[in-house]
């Protein structure tokens, strides 16, 4: 008989969860598809036609395209849960999607790690330690330049200016890649998600630690 066990990147992603929630981060399930306004406009971004899979006979807006980040359904998860005592600290690890053309599907799916802290300050210094942790648990140094993980300044319209950063890794080959951003959320992006505490973030594809 076939014994079955988990998929490398499912076991992963359980690494990842296991180690927010024990960090003390309460996991959320959001939904996969999103409107376009929350994917693009709310959040200050760019919309340059070749990343969203758009869905051609949408039931309604808010079910327009498939999600590009997990960030706007966990700002939506604070925004309903505002009634709740600060700080409001929440996290994902789920499938992303992006249009690939070059795919007989046209898409591929990607899995990202997203965790929000909402209260009367940003803190990103606590946003920042649950990063370093959760790279820790997965045997990744902090470092400059070399093999691990390191901060770059970058400004990002979806924070605010000077408090944005790309999070990138270098791998065993020595390439450098962008897993994802850092960063305390811009005011505009507050106002249209009708949320009013300052709230830091990062959202990271965890897919290079396989």
């Known amino acids: 008989a076939t014994v079955g066990k988990p998929l ?8 990842v969860r296991k180690e927010i929630a024990m960090s003390g ?18 959040l200050r971004r760019e919309d340059k036609g070749d990343e969203a899979v758009l869905l051609t006979k ?11 980040l997990l960030l706007p359904g966990l700002l939506k998860t604070i925004r309903e849960n505002k009634k709740h005592p600060n700080p409001i600290k929440v996290f994902e690890v789920s499938d992303v999607v992006f249009k690939v ?3 007989e599907c046209g898409a591929k799916n990607q899995r990202h790690a997203c965790a929000l802290y909402s209260s009367d300050e940003a803190r990103f210094e606590v946003i920042q330690g649950l990063l370093d ?4 648990s997965l045997n990744v140094a902090h470092k400059r330049e070399r093999l691990g993980y390191r901060l770059v300044a970058a400004e990002n319209p979806t924070y605010l200016p000077g408090r944005a950063a790309n999070v990138v890794y270098t791998d065993e080959a020595g390439v450098a890649l962008v897993l994802g951003s850092i960063g305390i959320i811009h005011p505009e992006v507050l106002a249209g998600f009708e949320l009013k505490n300052p709230i ?4 990271i594809n965890i897919e290079p630690f396989l």
């Open 8 to 15: 490398p990147l499912n076991k992963l992603s359980d690494i």
């Open 25 to 42: 981060w309460t996991e959320a399930l959001t939904m996969s598809l999103c409107s376009h306004d929350e994917s693009f406009k709310l």
């Open 200 to 203: 830091s973030s990062f959202e």
């Open 101 to 103: 053309p070059g795919l």
């Open 58 to 68: 949408p039931q309604s807006m808010e079910n327009q395209m498939c999600r590009t």
């Open 133 to 136: 942790a959760l790279m820790q």
